[in-house]
């Protein structure tokens, strides 16, 4: 019911159940006119919207339960007009029963609930135990038959509250998901972007470029914040459009679509374009079409990482391998690797010690049988036969890494993958992540 048509249906109640006072016996209409004002304010209670002011809910309903306990215990008028007022202050008790079980919040939801539910058996009594001879039988039979419809309120209040709440933790849900995709595209698009920028602007700073190698960085730096600008526009676009998730459209908020195993080589040429380090793909032609839609977007993200970690923590490096192969293992087999950790929090904010695997690729037991899966890794050199290179060109606060590799861990594991970062021998480093075939 619309919130503007109940306060002028409460005043049409008011009014409907007071009307009747003029009708009774001059000598009995002070009774009615309590019996009457009694249900009207339960009426107007059952309709009003809840808070009004300072007074809530569970305030309201909790006095009008009150009034009503009161009033049958002091009544002592004619049988006749609490019987006649009686259907429309037990019909409102037991509208106010059903608001209270659903919407009281929390500890006062079964305090006010019970107290009105008590109202709504007794009221009866105030006409059956007036009744002459009606008796105690009479009174237990009137009771039963108020507390069947009570119960019956009581728990479609229940069920419509465990609706809302878990209608409630689905909202949340999704507005946290969203928070989620709005860091991960932060995190995996105009965070790599950014990083290349600051690079190459750091990188000019260096005497001895000429003019053309000058134009070539200007133009690289105005390519990578263009990419930038572009994912920043589609994650607003995305937090913008109350219908992007139902159209599918904000699957991968922060990138301007979703990326696959086959854009691997363009992200690699981009980053062999900004930089002095080589870098090279290596992609298994059969791992075409092996992964979901999500997965591919997954892996691609973990390359985007690896990459960005590279020019973030080995600046000096002078190759990185890009690899995507496909291959078996044995069931249930924890995931491979140089190191065989975990990939913590803090694997991607340096690289000063190993943070491996955790998870596993496949599933199954020591039978024999082998999981397919497509393993993507990136391996660089960790500057091995050059120069140490621009390292001091990187300039960050102590302990301001990122967390990276932690949440690409929890990323594969909902794919159930695996990712493993350590050192990789003779010298460098490697990230690797495995995803079952589908």
Same mark, same amino acid.
């Given at each position: 019911?619309?919130?503007?048509?109940?306060?002028?249906?409460?005043?049409?109640?008011?009014?409907g159940?007071?009307?009747?006072?003029?009708?009774?016996?001059?000598?009995q209409?002070?009774?009615?006119?309590?019996?009457?004002?009694?249900?009207?304010?339960?009426?107007?209670?059952?309709?009003?919207?809840?808070?009004?002011?300072?007074?809530?809910?569970?305030?309201?309903?909790?006095?009008?339960?009150?009034?009503?306990?009161?009033?049958?215990?002091?009544?002592?008028?004619?049988?006749?007009?609490?019987?006649?007022?009686?259907?429309?202050?037990?019909?409102?008790?037991?509208?106010?029963?059903?608001?209270?079980?659903?919407?009281?919040?929390?500890?006062?939801?079964?305090?006010?609930?019970?107290?009105?539910?008590?109202?709504?058996?007794?009221?009866?009594?105030?006409?059956?135990?007036?009744?002459?001879?009606?008796?105690?039988?009479?009174?237990?039979?009137?009771?039963?038959?108020?507390?069947?419809?009570?119960?019956?309120?009581?728990?479609?209040?229940?069920?419509?509250?465990?609706?809302?709440?878990?209608?409630?933790?689905?909202?949340?849900?999704?507005?946290?998901?969203?928070?989620?995709?709005?860091?991960?595209?932060?995190?995996?698009?105009?965070?790599?972007?950014?990083?290349?920028?600051?690079?190459?602007?750091?990188?000019?700073?260096?005497?001895?470029?000429?003019?053309?190698?000058?134009?070539?960085?200007?133009?690289?730096?105005?390519?990578?914040?263009?990419?930038?600008?572009?994912?920043?526009?589609?994650?607003?676009?995305?937090?913008?459009?109350?219908?992007?998730?139902?159209?599918?459209?904000?699957?991968?908020?922060?990138?301007?679509r979703?990326?696959?195993?086959?854009?691997?080589?363009?992200?690699?040429?981009?980053?062999?374009?900004?930089?002095?380090?080589?870098?090279?793909?290596?992609?298994?032609?059969?791992?075409?079409?092996?992964?979901?839609?999500?997965?591919?977007?997954?892996?691609?993200?973990?390359?985007?990482?690896?990459?960005?970690?590279?020019?973030?923590?080995?600046?000096?490096?002078?190759?990185?391998?890009?690899?995507?192969?496909?291959?078996?293992?044995?069931?249930? !087999?924890?995931?491979?690797?140089?190191?065989?950790?975990s990939?913590?929090?803090?694997?991607?904010?340096?690289?000063?010690?190993?943070?491996?695997?955790?998870?596993?690729?496949?599933?199954?037991?020591?039978?024999?049988?082998?999981?397919?899966?497509?393993?993507?890794?990136v391996?660089?050199?960790?500057?091995?036969?050059?120069?140490p290179g621009?390292?001091?060109?990187?300039?960050?606060?102590?302990?301001?890494?990122?967390?990276?590799?932690?949440?690409?861990?929890?990323?594969?594991?909902?794919?159930?993958?695996?990712?493993g970062?350590?050192?990789?021998?003779?010298s460098?480093?490697?990230?690797?992540?495995?995803l079952?075939v !589908?």
């Amino acid at each position: 019911m619309a919130v503007r048509l109940r306060r002028p249906l409460s005043v049409v109640a008011v009014l409907g159940v007071l009307a009747p006072v003029v009708l009774a016996h001059p000598g009995q209409r002070a009774a009615a006119l309590l019996l009457a004002a009694m249900s009207a304010f339960a009426a107007a209670v059952s309709v009003l919207p809840w808070p009004f002011r300072r007074v809530t809910l569970a305030g309201a309903t909790g006095l009008a339960a009150i009034a009503s306990l009161a009033l049958d215990a002091g009544y002592s008028g004619p049988y006749r007009l609490a019987a006649f007022w009686l259907p429309f202050e037990w019909l409102a008790l037991l509208v106010l029963l059903g608001r209270a079980v659903r919407r009281v919040p929390g500890r006062w939801a079964g305090p006010v609930g019970a107290l009105v539910g008590l109202a709504v058996l007794l009221v009866p009594l105030r006409f059956a135990l007036r009744v002459p001879e009606g008796g105690w039988t009479g009174s237990l039979i009137v009771t039963l038959l108020s507390l069947l419809p009570a119960v019956g309120v009581a728990g479609a209040g229940l069920y419509l509250r465990a609706l809302d709440a878990r209608r409630e933790r689905a909202v949340a849900g999704a507005r946290r998901e969203q928070r989620l995709e709005v860091a991960r595209g932060l995190h995996d698009f105009v965070a790599h972007e950014i990083t290349g920028i600051v690079l190459e602007a750091q990188a000019g700073q260096l005497p001895g470029l000429d003019a053309a190698e000058t134009g070539d960085l200007l133009r690289r730096l105005e390519e990578a914040g263009l990419r930038a600008l572009d994912s920043m526009d589609a994650m607003v676009g995305a937090l913008r459009d109350p219908q992007a998730d139902e159209a599918g459209e904000g699957r991968a908020v922060g990138a301007t679509r979703v990326h696959g195993l086959a854009d691997l080589a363009e992200l690699v040429g981009r980053f062999s374009g900004t930089g002095s380090t080589r870098a090279t793909v290596e992609l298994a032609p059969e791992s075409a079409g092996l992964l979901s839609r999500d997965a591919e977007a997954t892996a691609y993200a973990v390359v985007l990482e690896g990459l960005t970690n590279v020019r973030r923590h080995a600046p000096g490096a002078g190759e990185v391998v890009v690899r995507v192969a496909v291959v078996d293992r044995p069931a249930g !087999r924890g995931g491979s690797g140089e190191s065989g950790g975990s990939a913590d929090a803090g694997g991607s904010a340096g690289r000063s010690g190993p943070a491996g695997r955790g998870g596993s690729a496949g599933r199954g037991g020591p039978d024999g049988s082998v999981v397919r899966v497509v393993e993507v890794s990136v391996t660089d050199d960790g500057g091995r036969g050059r120069a140490p290179g621009p390292r001091g060109l990187w300039r960050r606060l102590p302990g301001s890494g990122g967390t990276g590799l932690a949440g690409m861990a929890e990323r594969l594991a909902a794919h159930g993958g695996s990712l493993g970062a350590g050192p990789h021998q003779p010298s460098g480093w490697r990230i690797t992540c495995e995803l079952p075939v !589908r």
